[in-house]
């Protein structure tokens, strides 16, 4: 009953390095997302993928990327970090795009320094 | 730009008596509304949805009701227990986006 599943929880990095976080989901979702939620401003979508072999930006793109490697995995790259990028990230899966609710994975909390 | 606003971003709330958190939008286009809730180090939880053709939907001790004309929409808790002691977020849907307000406080005080 894992749900989604996001590594790893924790993470500090320097800047200018580079990192993947990973996201694994077992409910056969069609859709992933990846948000980051910073004090005082919600959850914005960074990136998406609306069925397995696509994906699309969200609202706050800039420095990131992402794979869909398969129907259960969606990855999210940080090239090279900045302090900007500090956040917690998390994963989220539904079944389709439009109208369903979005399941959330535990976060991973990234400081970049 | 602030699709979605949930102002008053705390409230403490005595256990057994009625929580109301509010949430205004401005994009038109919306038509299904969430709730989703929020413990510390964990990711949020849907709670209700309601779609745009309804104006109240109702799920055990949560209802929320939608005012489109005012475009507005509230999430009601009775009775209030101290579970319920969270953060509240509220999105809408349209043109195939979701938008997430920055979310509202809620302690129950047992």
């Known amino acids: 009953n894992a749900g989604v599943t996001q590594t790893p929880k924790f993470q500090v990095l320097k800047t200018g390095q580079s990192m993947t976080l990973q996201c694994a989901q077992d409910?056969?979702?069609?859709?992933m997302y990846w948000y980051r939620q910073d004090p005082g401003m919600g959850l914005r979508l960074i990136y998406y993928s609306a069925s397995e072999g696509t994906t699309d930006k969200g609202e706050v793109p800039n420095g990131y990327n992402v794979s869909r490697l398969n129907k259960r995995e969606f990855s999210l790259r940080l090239e090279s970090a900045a302090p900007s990028q500090t956040s917690v990230y998390f994963c989220?899966?539904?079944?389709?795009?439009?109208?369903?609710?979005?399941?959330f994975g535990n976060g991973t909390r990234l400081t970049v320094t | 730009d602030q699709q979605v606003k949930q102002n008053s971003p705390s409230l403490s709330v005595q256990e057994g008596r009625i929580s109301i958190l509010n949430c205004d939008y401005t994009?038109?286009?919306?038509?299904?509304f969430l709730w989703y809730k929020k413990y510390p180090a964990e990711g949020p939880t849907f709670l209700i949805s309601i779609s745009s053709i309804k104006d109240k939907n109702e799920d055990g001790r949560f209802t929320v009701f939608l005012n489109k004309s005012a475009k507005h929409l509230s999430l009601h808790i009775v009775p209030s227990q101290p579970g319920d002691s969270a953060v509240y977020f509220c999105a809408g849907y349209g043109n195939n986006r979701l938008a997430f307000g920055k979310g509202n406080q809620v302690v129950v005080i047992p």
């Open positions: 409910m056969n979702h069609n859709s």
């Open positions: 989220a899966s539904s079944q389709d795009r439009v109208q369903t609710p979005l399941h």
């Open positions: 994009n038109s286009m919306f038509d299904y």
